[in-house]
């Protein structure tokens, strides 16, 4: 059958690799990527997550070495979560604010290591330190949101005078970014920047990161303070807020089953966007390449690059450091 004439045919734009690429919208890079870490409360040692093929907690001696791996792979952004022993924790979270902490002597030792070599955000929450596992202080079952903000506060000052360059309160408490943004102030820290969890779901792609953190709530559950995931107005309610309260970053977690959230935040504000490519996703991934049903290159290269067409400036991935060893996107 042949086809009438038609001066449209948008195939020509797809013959060949060459122009494919000529006219790609979107691109993606290894720049735009930021590589979580999970920092045990040691000197030394390092412990794989079963959930998480792939990704280890690491104590500061390993950290280091794999950070180096990291930067000849072309990652010089990473994010820093810390772990502490189930006797340090208390039901304030008290070793949160410690100069002591996991974080506060990973960020010491990555800082004297590599200097400005690396762009370090560090997690600023309560829930690895508390008993209960919530994201802020307790009370009769019931997260109480103002009397969490100074503990977060102290927490924010207590990294960045470990020498933390970017901030990142992923609590979602109420208020939580003018009270870090003023304790830092106050400590003299004006020039460290906040990248605030301004939209965080109450989502349940997040198991294996509670498992490699051990901070999953003892118990209910962070309805009452993360976002309903039928919710999307909200979403820009939340971000504006935080931009207003001094955000000089946001983010939108998760981000797969967010993409729609994504592209209406980054519309709705000027302010640099990331996206967080949760532990859930992460390892969906992982156990369909594993058992042979998904050609793991070129997903992890789909969804990488979807989320940057959302609209994320940057994205949180785990996958970053096999992405590039493996040369499925470039430096």
Same mark, same amino acid.
């Given at each position: 059958m042949t086809l009438p004439h038609q001066a449209q045919r948008p195939r020509r734009l797809r013959a060949t690799a060459i122009i494919r690429d000529a006219v790609a919208q979107t691109r993606l890079r290894g720049e735009q990527l930021i590589q979580p870490h999970f920092c045990l409360?040691?000197?030394s040692g390092s412990e794989p997550i079963e959930s998480?093929?792939?990704?280890?907690?690491?104590?500061?001696?390993e950290m280091l070495m794999q950070i180096a791996k990291d930067?000849?792979?072309?990652?010089?952004?990473?994010?820093?979560?810390?772990?502490?022993?189930?006797? /340090?924790? !208390?039901?304030?979270?008290?070793? =949160?604010?410690?100069?002591?902490?996991?974080?506060?002597?990973?960020?010491?030792?990555?800082?004297a290591e590599f200097g400005d070599e690396v762009l370090l955000l560090t997690d600023v929450c309560l829930c690895a330190y508390t008993s209960h596992g919530h994201c802020g202080l307790l009370e009769d079952g019931v997260v109480l949101n103002d009397e969490s903000l100074g503990p977060l506060a102290?927490?924010?000052?207590?990294?960045?005078?470990?020498?933390?360059?970017i901030l990142a309160p992923s609590d979602m408490m109420d208020g939580r970014v003018a009270a870090i943004r003023d304790g830092l102030d106050a400590a003299g820290h004006k020039e460290v920047a906040l990248l605030?969890?301004?939209?965080?779901?109450? =989502?349940?792609?997040?198991?294996?990161?509670?498992?490699?953190?051990?901070?999953?709530?003892?118990?209910?559950?962070?309805?009452?303070?993360? /976002?309903?995931?039928?919710? =999307? !107005?909200?979403?820009?309610?939340e971000a504006l807020l935080d931009e207003a309260e001094g955000a000089d970053m946001l983010m939108v977690k998760p981000a797969l089953s967010y993409l729609d959230v994504i592209q209406s935040v980054?519309?709705?504000?000027?302010?640099?966007?990331?996206?967080?490519?949760?532990s859930g996703e992460y390892s969906a991934v992982k156990a369909g390449a594993e058992r042979g049903w998904l050609d793991e290159a070129s997903v992890v290269t789909e969804t990488l690059t979807s989320i940057a067409r959302a609209g994320a400036d940057m994205t949180i991935t785990y996958h970053a450091r096999e992405a590039l060893k493996e040369g499925w996107i470039e430096k």
């Open positions: 409360p040691t000197e998480m093929p792939g990704i280890y907690r690491h104590g500061t001696k930067l000849s792979l072309g990652i010089n952004k990473i994010l820093l979560f810390g772990l502490t022993t189930d006797q /340090m924790k !208390d039901e304030h979270g008290s070793q =949160s604010g410690d100069k002591d902490s996991a974080v506060t002597k990973a960020v010491s030792a990555i800082k102290a927490m924010a000052v207590a990294h960045a005078d470990a020498g933390a360059d605030s969890y301004a939209v965080k779901y109450a =989502s349940a792609w997040y198991g294996p990161f509670r498992d490699a953190a051990n901070s999953a709530p003892g118990e209910g559950d962070r309805k009452t303070y993360q /976002m309903d995931p039928r919710n =999307s !107005d909200e979403a820009l309610r980054k519309q709705a504000t000027p302010l640099p966007l990331v996206a967080y490519n949760v």
